[in-house]
């Protein structure tokens, strides 16, 4: 399978410990098995420079931040990944899998951290124009689901420490995004098993694809 023309931009969203990153490496198994050429990335992160700010950004030793400076540091790791591996993957005709992209800073520094939506947008438009994902898949658990996976992981990063009420706040804005915009957004029940969500977003998929044509 293989993408007409222009690549597509799926982005994997959700709080932490949603399973979402699981998710996107199994689709990504997928598509290259049907022989599609496909882009794995992440953010913050998916260049160099993004990776470092990454590191600056979920170092625990860092503390406390403006949730202003967040934000742009977060925008800044953003714009260095669209010019250098979103768009011109997705100008060569690949499928483009992103593990979180501008919704989530729309949960995290918007909600999350209170600065609110509108700021959130008015840097969104500044850099993206009208350049929006053409899916997203929302991986939807309660905090206390997935930040219990997420400790079971190991030491806790610095967002990850945030208190639970952050996370319903991130979660609630999320789901409430994915609302607005239902043709966009797939909504996956996190708290599922790993072959009940799987099977979750392998229906979700299909049935994105039918509606494209593909």
Request: with cysteine; charged share 30%; aromatic share 8%.
């Amino acid at each position: 399978m293989k993408a007409s023309g222009r690549g597509r931009f799926i982005t994997f969203e959700g709080i932490e410990g949603a399973g979402k990153s699981t998710q996107l490496e199994r689709l990504h198994r997928r598509l290259r098995i049907e022989d599609a050429q496909v882009v794995l990335t992440r953010e913050p992160g998916g260049t160099p420079l993004g990776e470092r700010l990454r590191g600056l950004l979920l170092d625990p030793e860092v503390g406390a931040m403006a949730a202003e400076t967040e934000l742009l540091l977060i925008f800044a790791a953003r714009a260095e990944h669209l010019c250098e591996v979103i768009e011109p993957a997705l100008a060569q005709g690949a499928w483009v899998l992103c593990d979180r992209f501008t919704d989530a800073s729309f949960a995290y520094q918007g909600a999350g951290r209170g600065l609110g939506a509108e700021r959130v947008a008015v840097l969104e438009t500044w850099l993206q124009g009208a350049f929006r994902p053409d899916l997203v898949l929302l991986f939807d658990v309660a905090p206390q689901v997935g930040l219990e996976r997420a400790l079971s992981r190991g030491k806790r990063d610095r967002i990850e420490s945030e208190d639970m009420a952050f996370f319903e706040r991130a979660r609630n804005a999320y789901l409430q995004r994915a609302r607005a915009d239902p043709g966009r957004y797939r909504v996956i029940d996190g708290a599922a098993d790993l072959e009940a969500v799987g099977g979750q977003v392998d229906r979700a998929w299909e049935a994105w694809l039918r509606g494209m044509g593909g």
